[in-house]
């Protein structure tokens, strides 16, 4: 406050006549104590009182806050030695004081390990005063997923010293190996296997169903809450975090009680929506605003010049990185990241069983930047140091906990279908149904998770376009993208169309399709249609197997589990895949995609413990991933219990977001 006073001509800790040096620093000793014990006991009442602001503007409203908190602070100096003539002053002087609180806390907590771990053990001591005691004795599990970062991506990253956390536990405490996704390698997919035990019927990241009408999308919290509610239906288990377990920054709230930024339950409003209370819980300390929203800034800033010096190197393949996006990166890589990383935190202090959070920065990144590269080397690093943040609150909780990491997919390059063939998907396949296409190529908007964490931050509905999410009636195919993989319904055929239907309706659009230099191959009811008039049935061994033997083994099982969805869509696409390479060409505007077959979006990684049994032979499938966690689960002593037996056929009403179950089945 004194360096602040001397530097701003119109704030002042000193009457007009002028004061001794020793007055001028009473005085600001007696405003930062009155500024510091506003902060303690009017910030966290003001923020809870703004619980349901739309999280951003809660981080705008952040400075003027603590602006009024310190003109407040300022007005209570006896004799009015202190003032900010200007209300722009008092936000700028408060931003000051906590940005410097803040650093000043965090280099103690670095730099001197006796006074970290005195605060952490203090934390711990509130966290239990105030919950109680965690029961038994037994070790809990923190499940850290890192969105998108594939197998070899960790093992490079941890080599190459960008991630000098995970290369110390490969070395002395952890064992990794790949698991296999499913055909959608996307986190829809994945994790509401891994959560839920059940990604059955999810074919893709966005699906048309011909019995409502209506396109699902994993990102959009209605379709998040109905897809959690038929997994549940389906293994009448509540899912992976049932008793005493906590979900941060997940699509899906695998059964967990505790919540924090999860999607199948942003659709509520009002208190019902706890999902929002972690942004309570982070923003109640003025320093984690101030310094969070610092950071957002300076992200969004470091976004728009990495994109400007990649249009300026002329560097290929780049897509349009402008409008919003600097500042959906900014949300994902900072604001979602220091909540989650700050309720992880919380949980463990707590002694909660088992925690699962989603660390989403690498993911959204990598669709922008490409998977390799300084941008994405980059986040790995920050990520890094926020796995060994947690580690070391680890060492002080109330129980032993054991860190599994994991990812729900990984990433393959690729110059987009539209970049490379000047055409869109969906261009393509009205010029095949002979239908008009229009002149001006268009752009397939990235679906990627970030951008509806930020929508559902900020009271938005996280729908697409009207015309997308319920398709009119008509003759028109309806033709959807998950990264390099595309789905094609056409309303007007019942059920799911035969390849024989299909034909008789559009006789050129099946041989346009396979035939693309941008295309591997076709499902089409049962058979897999490749270029130049390829096709192997799904029900002859060895036939889809041969012909789909480029993608890597196991792509025919995953195929041919695809095939049997009821929602699967009349036509699935796989974009071209060169294993030389490892590019795929996304129907998205993402030169870093997955979704489909080939490459290293199919293989995650799954990293664990060596107290824990190793998984043999690797997961195949999300579901299987699920099983190897509930092991764990139960080696630890940990806490899944079956759900009492429901009737067979339990009430939509009961799974409807913000019914009386709130998308889960409820325990006992």
Sequence with gaps: MLVLAGILPDFRLQSADGDSVTRIGLTAAWGAGVFGLLSALVWPVLVRALLLVPALVLGLLVFFLNGSLLLMALSLIPAGRGAAVAPETAVVVAAAMSAVASATSTALAVRDDEAYRRRLYRLADRRRRRF???????????????DGVGYEALRRAAAEGLMPTVAGWLER??????WHTDWSSQTGASQLGILHGSNFDVPAFRWYEKDTGEVMVCNRPTSAAELQRRAVERTRDGGLLTLDGASRGNLFSGGADQLAL??????RRGRANRSRAGYFAYFSDPANAVRTALSFVAEVAREIGQ???????????RVARGGLYPLIRAFAT????????????????????????????YDEVAHHSGPRGRDTDRVLARLDRSLALIARVAEHAPREYRVVLLSDHGQSPGETFLGRYGLSLKDLVRAGCGLPVSRRAGRTRSGAEARAAVLAALHRPVEEAAEEARPGPGPDPVVLASGNLGLISFPALPGRASRALIERAHPALLPTLANHPGVGFLLVDGEVLGPGGAVARLDVPGEAEALLAPFGPGAARAVRRTDSFPHVADIMVNSAYDPETGA???????????????????HPFLMWPTV??????????????HAVLRRWLREADGPQVPLTPRPSRASREDYRPGGPSGGILPSG
């Design 262 to 267: 999860v999607l199948s339950v942003a659709a």
């Design 612 to 625: 824990l049994s190793q998984p043999d032979p690797e997961p195949v499938g999300a579901e299987a991933v």
């Design 307 to 317: 994109s400007l010096r990649s249009r300026l190197r002329g560097d290929r393949p």
């Design 173 to 178: 405490s952890h064992r990794v190996m790949p």
């Design 132 to 146: 109680g005691a965690p029961p038994g004795g037994s070790p809990g599990l923190v499940f850290l997923q890192l």
């Design 584 to 602: 795929v060409h996304a129907f998205e505007e993402q030169i870093g995609s997955h979704g489909g077959l080939g490459g290293e979006q199919a």
């Design 334 to 361: 900072v604001v979602e990241r220091d909540v989650v990383v700050a309720a992880v935190i919380g949980d463990v202090l707590a002694g909660r069983a088992a925690v699962y959070a989603d660390l989403v920065a």
